[in-house]
Nanobody
Framework: QVQLVESGGGLVQPGGSLRLSCAAS????????MGWYRQAPGKQRELVAR???????IYADSVKGRFTISRVNAKNTLYLQMNSLKAEDTAVYYC?????????WGQGTQVTVSS
């Protein structure tokens, strides 16, 4: 079992920055990959960024060059640095962990980009 707890969401003006954190606990030694997804009202949940245990990353086209995913293994923490935020980035952001055939989700953190 893996438990994921997100933090760092909030209200920010367009062009601003936020950093999301995801603290992982439990049987984290066998996690294959971790990522951030988001879900805006009335839309499907979508991948934002993903990092494999070997360190390779992928990003949604809509966030390339603005968002950076990273992790600190010693702290069992995943981060998402979000810069140049736009109104269309407004969504609930979820942390995700993949372990063999099992997927774990955090409870989500709201990010609102508005003036």
């Amino acid at each position: 079992q893996v438990q994921l707890v997100e933090s760092g969401g909030g209200l920010v003006q367009p062009g601003g920055s936020l950093r999301l954190s995801c603290a992982a606990s439990g049987t984290i030694f066998s996690i294959d990959a971790m990522g951030w997804y988001r879900q805006a009202p009335g839309k499907q949940r979508e991948l934002v960024a993903r990092i494999m245990w070997g360190g390779s990353t992928i990003y949604a086209d809509s966030v390339k060059g603005r968002f950076t995913i990273s992790r600190v293994n010693a702290k069992n923490t995943l981060y998402l640095q979000m810069n140049s935020l736009k109104a269309e980035d407004t969504a609930v952001y979820y942390c995700n962990a993949a372990q063999a055939t099992t997927t774990y989700w955090g409870q989500g953190t709201q990010v609102t980009v508005s003036s």
